[in-house]
């Protein structure tokens, strides 16, 4: 599988309450050294495969995690200016080009600021923008910013209430394509970078429903239904839907059961036993990482028969806030933590973050 391909925007963003400090100086200047005598900087630029931001001693930083060498190391400070939302978290994401992109909310109408990881100057880029744009997810060449996505003022981003503006703009020049509207109130969204399409869900557990928008054309359609399963998680591999979560009546216990089913142009994916964590899905496999109290599973299913193929338990991991695919292992990140999994192996390795997770 090419790295990225099950990387970004596969699961849906989560916004937790962060505060940051005020830092007064340059962009340049912040993302090429500390800018604060209490943040420290490495340089594997290099080894880094994945990227977060978190809360290092007050700072927000964009965490480089080298799943080889198992670390994670601060690699820039993001800029501060007045007016940033200090609610709602950076967000990180991942172009099929392999370009990352990190958009930080301000409060009110004002726009939200764009940067992009220049890991060849080892420096955060700002971009101009004029626009809300909320949630990134990006697809092949399109990316779109979903205005009505949790943790939002959906009331200002839909004209009516009943449906959600999508913006869609080109991943390389960030030219406005074109703006969509969509039925009902996005609450998970999710895309594949292989694919210029964006699964879009609207309502609340076992009653979910995902409309699948086609970027290129700003045209949608309707796909399956959860069919019984409480929808924790999403992912969207080629513009097929894959709901995975647990059961109306699902009973805790010490062993997970998963179960696949494939119908009405959509996957869903029942846990029982456990949390449905995150969700990663390719044209083959789905794989997600369901929790079991203090512990998780990473679990790979066939897609298309819903077999299991293999399953790893983390001991010690008690969430899963992201779940990311990289060409040596899938790393599972929790608040402080990262475990990068080799589901071939059948091994988890643990390691700290620098500091506290903010990007979802």
Not at 29 to 39: E, R
Not at 73 to 84: R, Y
Not at 106 to 117: H, V
Not at 236 to 246: E, R, S
Request: hydrophobic share 35%; aromatic share 2%.
């Amino acid at each position: 599988m090419p790295e990225g391909a099950m990387v970004a925007g596969a699961a849906p963003v989560m916004r937790r309450k962060t505060s940051y400090a005020a830092l007064a100086v340059s962009t340049a200047l912040l993302a090429s050294c500390s800018g604060s005598d209490d943040v420290e900087l490495g340089t594997d630029w290099k080894g880094s495969q994945t990227y977060v931001t978190a809360i290092v001693s007050g700072h927000t930083v964009v965490v480089g995690i080298n799943p080889v060498a198992h670390h994670a190391q601060a690699l820039a400070v993001v800029p501060q200016k007045d007016g940033d939302d200090d609610v709602l978290a950076p967000q990180l994401g991942q172009s099929a080009d392999g370009t990352w992109w990190l958009s930080t909310p301000r409060d009110g109408d004002r726009p939200d600021r764009l940067f992009t990881l220049n890991t060849a100057r080892q420096t955060l880029d700002e971009k101009d923008d004029t626009e809300r744009l909320r949630e990134l997810v990006p697809g092949k060449s399109l990316v779109a910013a979903v205005h009505g996505s949790p943790g939002h003022d959906q009331g200002a981003a839909t004209a009516d209430g009943k449906t959600t503006s999508v913006l869609v703009r080109d991943a390389k020049t960030w030219k406005k394509v074109r703006d969509v509207r969509v039925p009902g109130s996005v609450t998970l969204a999710a895309s594949d970078p292989s694919s210029d399409t964006v699964c879009l869900a609207t309502g609340q557990g076992s009653g979910m429903k995902v409309s699948v928008l086609d970027l290129a054309t700003g045209r949608t359609r309707q796909a399956g239904q959860a069919g019984g399963v409480q929808v924790q998680q999403l992912a969207c591999p080629a513009g097929t839907p894959v709901l995975a979560g647990t059961p109306t009546r699902n009973n805790r216990g010490t062993t997970v059961k998963v179960t696949l089913k494939n119908a009405d142009g959509a996957t869903v994916v029942s846990a029982v036993g456990g949390r449905v964590d995150a969700v990663q899905a390719s044209k083959n496999t789905v794989v997600v990482a369901v929790n079991i109290g203090e512990d998780s599973d990473l679990i790979e299913l066939d897609r298309g028969s819903g077999r299991e193929l293999r399953r790893v338990t983390v001991k010690g991991m008690d969430s899963s806030s992201l779940l990311r695919h990289t060409r040596d292992g899938w790393v599972m990140i929790s608040d402080d933590t990262a475990t990068v999994v080799d589901l071939d192996k059948r091994t988890s390795q643990t390691f700290d973050l620098p500091g506290t997770l903010t990007s979802f």
